[in-house]
């Protein structure tokens, strides 16, 4: 494995621990894939609180009810029961719908699809932008199968972990005018929640946790792709800034992929 010990380098490219806690905003469903009503669902009931860049302050909450419906009401997401008693008029710029068990590991659900973490929501033009809200390895949990298939050998989701984590530490506030720091899709990092965790991928980012990879003291972007063709490229002959840890070099182990062109 080429991870280091928490703490260590190596040379001036390697692995580095940061034992503070990070959260991510990602989005899940914005613009055209947003919506005027979802239904939250948590089996323990709800909390609502604020979430922040320390993370979530509770304030109100809601045991009894274990399923939520939420709608836009002007400017503002308003929340009310299955039953259509209203619970909250506004849950605020930064309100956060927890499950009330999210510090035991407590998932919820958005129109049946499972995540962890809290789900902030915002209304625009009508609709709301649908925000997940969860510490970065909590995140990591639902990025790891979509990039990696959990079936490879663990010392290599180890990698895809540090990999995955550099990546979006980097990118955090990529879609600020949206409200969030990445998005679900391959336009960030491919982010299934729930579903797509398993216990070897959970166990690969637990195992890294706070490890990111820097150069030079600097956490860097950590590209990847399946198939580098045998070859990687250098970074100006792609994109237009030269990087020092992204120079050309054989790759033995790129998978053979054969092609032909008439």
């Known amino acids: 494995a080429f ?3 928490p703490g ?9 621990y940061d034992g503070s806690e990070e959260y991510v905003k990602v989005g899940l469903a914005y613009q055209n894939s947003a919506k005027d009503v979802y239904t939250l669902e948590s089996r323990e009931g709800f909390v609502l609180g604020e979430a922040g860049s320390d993370g979530f302050v509770e304030s109100l909450p809601l045991p009894a009810y274990s399923v939520l419906v939420a709608t836009v009401e002007g400017s503002h997401v308003k929340l009310e029961d299955e039953d259509g008693v209203l619970l909250a008029s506004d849950i605020g710029r930064s309100g956060c719908l927890m499950p009330l068990d999210y510090q035991e590991g407590g998932v919820f659900s958005m129109d049946g699809t499972k995540y962890r973490g809290g789900l902030m929501l ?14 970065m390895d909590e995140y990591l949990y639902g990025v790891l199968h979509r990039e990696m298939s959990q079936s490879y050998p663990l010392e290599s989701l180890k990698a895809q972990a540090v ?13 600020t005018d949206y409200g969030f720091d990445v998005c679900a899709t391959t336009h960030c990092q491919v982010y299934g929640g729930v579903a797509d965790e398993y216990p070897k991928t959970i166990q690969a980012v637990d195992e890294t946790s ?33 990087e020092g840890y992204l120079r050309a070099k054989k790759d033995e182990h790129s998978p053979d992929y054969p092609w032909t062109a008439t």
Do not use: C
């Open 163 to 175: 990999a995955a984590r550099s990546y979006a530490a980097v990118n955090l506030g990529r879609h």
């Open 3 to 5: 991870l280091p010990l």
């Open 122 to 135: 915002k209304a625009v033009d009508g609709v709301m932008t649908a925000i997940n809200f969860l510490t």
């Open 210 to 242: 706070g490890l990111y990879l820097r150069y030079n003291g600097k956490v860097v972007p950590a590209f990847y792709s399946k198939n580098s063709g045998g070859y990687t490229q250098n970074s100006e002959d792609v994109w237009s800034n030269k």
């Open 8 to 16: 260590a380098h190596l040379a001036v490219f390697g692995a580095e």
